[in-house]
Each structure stands twice: as C-alpha cells, then as structure tokens.
C-alpha cells in the first residue's frame, strides 16, 4: 500500500471515530473500552501472530532497533530536561513535557502505520524497536518512584500483567521451539489482530480535542519540534553511524516520527503529573504528525 493511499485510509477511519463522537453515536467514555480491547486483546493477537510466523534469523539484524529506541528517547529527555530546568519550570509541568517529548506513540500508532506502507516485514521490525518504549516506560517509572515515592510492588504489577509483554515472548519461544498451534488457533489469532488497525483508528478519531492547543499552544509546538523533527534527525545520524539494513533504518526513522506515546499520558496520571499538557501534547501532536509523518517518509 503506498504513502498516499495509506494516510487517507487511516484520516477516513479517524475522521468516522470522531464524527460519531460529534453526533453522540460513541462518547468519549468509549475510548477506555475500544482502548482495553486493543491493549488486551487486539493488539497481543498482532504482535503474537507477527512474531510466531517471523524469521528469527533476522534477529541479529534487526536485534539493534529496541537498543535505538531507547537511545533516542534518553537523549530527547535530557535535552528537554536541560532546557526546563534552566527555564526553571515546575518538577510536575516540566516532567510532563519530558515524558511526551521522548516516548513515541511506536505501538498504538505506528503499528498501524508501519503495516498499511511496509507490510508484514515492516511489522515485525516495528515490533522490535516498540520492545525498546516497553523499556523507557519502565526506566521512567523507576526515575519517578525515587522522585515522587511511589510503589515499586505497583510497578511490577504493571510490568507483570502487561500483556504485549508476553505476546512477545510466547511469540518468540513458541516460534524457537517450533511449536505448531494448529488451524483453528491460528485462524482465531487472525481474525483478532485484524481488529487492531481500526479500533485504533476509531479510538484516536473519539480522542482528539481541539480546545488544548490554545490553552497549551507554546508547550505542545516546543514537544512537536523535538518529537516530531529533532528526535527522527538525531536517529537518522545513529543509524548512518551503526550501519543498519535499509528497512531497519527506514522503519527506525519513522517510528521515531510517531507522535508521543499515550504511556505518557498513563505515567502522568499515575504520579500526580501535569495530565492537562500531558493530554493536550499527545491529543494535537498527533494530529501534527499526520502532516510531518508523510513528509518524512516521502524522504527517507
């Protein structure tokens, strides 16, 4: 599917979710259940049935994207830390904006994205660097423990039942072992990854809030510069260094295009965080990266 077709599939399916919205056929309430249908059941289906049917002799080569994913995302939060703590800006506000200035949304949007333009090959690399925001979620959440003292007990909680975690890994481990699932499993597993790319969609589409962006207009268009533009132009330098394959770079660079990861959003709430701009950011950098993501991907 190429880049054109691909992005006005993906703005019709948006466009439904928040017209029904608009006319009260879904509420903004629905968001949390088409989101834990996607988290829970959806989304584990794509990424189980993706890497059981994978070649796992590219894992050597493509072995490296998680390790760039999370180089990344350190190197935009120190950055964005340097600079609001020199402005002085406040712990809370200023660890939001961290937070959505450096995880990329590289599951719940990119997944989408990767799969409609690159197919199943550009799935299965997307995968492997989303491991590496599984990563900075937890990195973040131990940073913010220390900081705000919270639970480690709920953390492990989180890590534990997470459950792209261990689609990940019986995905790998049933593949290794070659262990065979049968026709009415696999058929099943099918149908319900499927349902992945349209719920997300339509769950964006019920999610989008146009009041933030002049309540918040200088915060979201400083976490849209680094997210969207500063953080792809810094990958593009690591993966020119490291030597990567051509659709390892060219998915790397993308999903670090993604706009900020809705675990942001989550990490905020769950430490007393500024959510107001942690919303706002994430709700109109999304609707951004629908210009800036083409335009990236039409270069690289």
């Known amino acids: 599917m190429n880049l054109l077709f691909t992005f006005i599939v993906v703005l019709i399916i948006i466009f439904i979710g928040y017209f029904a919205k608009r006319i009260n056929l879904l509420k903004l309430d629905d968001v949390e259940i088409l989101n834990k249908i996607v988290i829970y059941i959806a989304m584990p289906a794509l990424v189980f049935y993706s890497l059981y049917n994978a070649d796992l002799s590219l894992i050597p080569k493509i072995g490296m994207l998680p390790f760039i994913n999370i180089s990344i995302a350190l190197i935009c939060a120190l950055i964005v830390y340097l600079i609001l703590s020199y402005l002085k800006i406040d712990s809370k506000k200023k660890w939001s904006i961290?937070?959505?200035?450096?995880?990329?949304?590289?599951g719940f949007f990119g997944f989408p994205i990767i799969l409609g333009i690159y197919g199943?090959?550009?799935?299965?690399?997307?995968?492997?660097?989303?491991i590496g925001t599984t990563v900075i979620f937890i990195i973040f959440n131990i940073i913010l423990i220390l900081k705000y003292n919270g639970e480690f007990k709920v953390l492990i909680k989180k890590i534990?039942?997470?459950?792209?975690?261990?689609a990940v890994i019986?995905?790998?481990?049933?593949n290794y072992l070659n262990i065979s699932l049968g026709y009415i499993c696999l058929t099943s597993l099918e149908y319900l990854k499927n349902l992945t790319i349209p719920l997300i969609m339509l769950s964006l589409g019920l999610s989008i809030d146009f009041k933030g962006f002049k309540e918040n207009i200088n915060v979201v268009l400083f976490t849209s510069f680094i997210k969207l533009i500063l953080a792809?132009?810094?990958l593009l330098l690591i993966v020119n260094i490291i030597n990567l394959g051509t659709l390892e770079e060219t998915i790397a660079i993308c999903e670090a295009a993604m706009p900020p990861a809705m675990l942001a959003l989550v990490i905020a709430l769950n430490y007393g965080l500024d959510t107001?701009?942690?919303?706002?950011c994430i709700f109109i950098d999304m609707m951004i990266s629908l210009i800036t993501l083409p335009?990236?991907?039409?270069?690289i």
């Not at 199943?120 to 989303?130: C, S, V």
């Not at 107001?276 to 706002?280: G, L, M, W």
């Not at 335009?295 to 270069?299: A, C, F, K």
């Open 160 to 166: 534990l039942t997470f459950p792209i975690l261990w």
């Open 120 to 130: 199943n090959n550009g799935l299965i690399r997307a995968i492997f660097y989303d």
């Open 276 to 280: 107001d701009i942690a919303s706002d």
């Open 98 to 106: 961290v937070l959505v200035s450096s995880m990329a949304n590289t």
């Open 232 to 234: 792809p132009l810094i």
């Open 295 to 299: 335009i990236i991907m039409s270069i």
């Open 170 to 174: 019986f995905g790998f481990c049933l």
